[in-house]
Each structure stands twice: as C-alpha cells, then as structure tokens.
C-alpha cells in the first residue's frame, strides 16, 4: 500500500487560511469516508484532528476543518495560529482493511 | 483520564526479537479496537497493526506481516506487539493507539516507546 500524496510544506501568515491536500486512490480515500487528520508537533504524540472526512474530536478547534472529495482530502485552517506550526498527515482506511498515511506536511506560520 | 502507556522498547540487533506492551487505563479497553503506528527517525507516521476489541480479528502492513503479532489481554488491560526478525528499518518509535466511536482511529494515543535495531 502506497503512501498518500501531501505537499511537503504549506505556509502562511496569522490569520490567514490554508489547504493541505491529501490525494490517494480508489483503494482508499476514493472507496471509504475513513479519512483522518492528525497534528504533531516535534518530539510530541500526533493528535487527532478530524476522523469521518469531516468530523471534528471533542476539544478542537473549529478553526481546523475537513472535506473529501473523489481521491482526494483537504484540511482547511482557518484563521492560522503561530500554535498551528507542525506536521499533518492524513489517514485513509483501505480496501485491505489497513491503514495507510500521507506523506506528511510541515506548516509553517510566517 | 484515558492513558496509554507503552514499555520494551530498547535497542536489540538484527535478526533478534522483542515485546512491546501498552497499558490502558481510564476507559473500558474490551470496548475498542487498537493500533500501532510507527515513525522513523525523522520519517512520517507508517501503520504497523491493529486488533479488534475482542483479539478476534488482527491486521497488519505488508511490511512486517509474518514478522509482527499484535495481541491483548483484556483482563490486564493491556494491548502487544510481538517483534520477530527485526531489521534495521525496523528502528521507529513506536505509538499504540485507540479508535474511538466512529472509527476515529487514533483519538488517543501514548507517547511512544524507542526500537533500535542495530549491531
């Protein structure tokens, strides 16, 4: 099972919004609303942030949002935060019944 | 408060073997199925394993099938990752966490226990 596809690196001012891609096949993100986020800042455990596709864990902010669409997933972050500087990686469940990750991708906050 | 808490991992060579443990507490563990996830030095998050809340139904990435055996024991609470033939690309952390309601896979998660595989 192949890796799915993130950009490397996304950035962007406070305040600002950003995209963050995840694109997979029909194996996974296209066949299954299983799709997760998680943040994860260095030397820490990765936190979930939205599962479902859309849907967001008791306690985040709703700054951080989710869509599917085909192949492939986004996670929007909304009016962007010096504390939102960390990696993401997505998760789609698959038609093997696994698991597979993003590639990952560092946010910066400018 | 949900707490996961793995232990064993440690530095062993190749070709060696080891247990990991993760202890749950806080929440009903024959309730949820768990997972391990893995990441490199440096590397991205890579599924390892995951097993069903009864222990019935295990699954596992291709690249340590054969190799890996998750298990549990719900009257201690506590979920296993049994590592054999251990390689050098082996060496991550390695995480165990839950799936929560909705299959909200990874809604907690332990800080994490080292393997390094290396001679």
């Known amino acids: 099972q192949s890796a799915l596809t993130q950009p490397a690196s996304v950035s962007g001012s406070p305040g600002q919004s950003i995209t963050i891609s995840c694109t997979g096949t029909?194996?996974?993100?296209?066949?299954?609303?299983?799709v997760s986020w998680y943040q994860q800042h260095p030397g820490r455990a990765p936190k979930l942030m939205i599962y479902?596709?859309?849907n967001r864990p008791s306690g985040v902010s709703n700054r951080f949002s989710g869509s599917k669409s085909g192949n492939t997933a986004s996670l929007t972050i909304s009016g962007l935060q010096a504390e939102d500087e960390a990696d993401y990686y997505c998760s789609s469940y698959t038609s093997s019944s696994t698991l597979v990750f993003g590639t990952g991708t560092k946010v910066t906050v400018l | 408060e949900v707490q996961l808490v793995e232990s064993g991992g440690t530095l062993v060579q190749p070709g060696g073997s080891l247990r990991l443990s993760c202890a749950a507490s806080g929440f009903t563990f024959n309730n949820y199925p768990m997972h391990w996830v893995r990441q490199a030095p440096g590397k991205g998050l890579e599924y390892v394993s995951a097993i069903s809340d009864n222990g019935l139904n295990t699954y596992y990435a291709n690249s340590v099938k054969g190799r890996f055996a998750i298990s549990r024991d719900n009257s201690k609470n506590t979920l296993y990752l049994q590592m054999g033939s251990l390689r050098t690309e082996d060496t991550a952390v390695y995480y165990c966490?839950?799936?929560?309601?909705?299959?909200?896979?990874?809604?907690?998660w332990g800080q994490g226990t080292l393997v390094t595989v290396s001679s």
């Open positions: 479902d596709a859309s």
């Open positions: 966490a839950r799936e929560g309601q909705g299959g909200a896979v990874g809604d907690y």
């Open positions: 029909s194996s996974d993100i296209g066949g299954y609303n299983y």
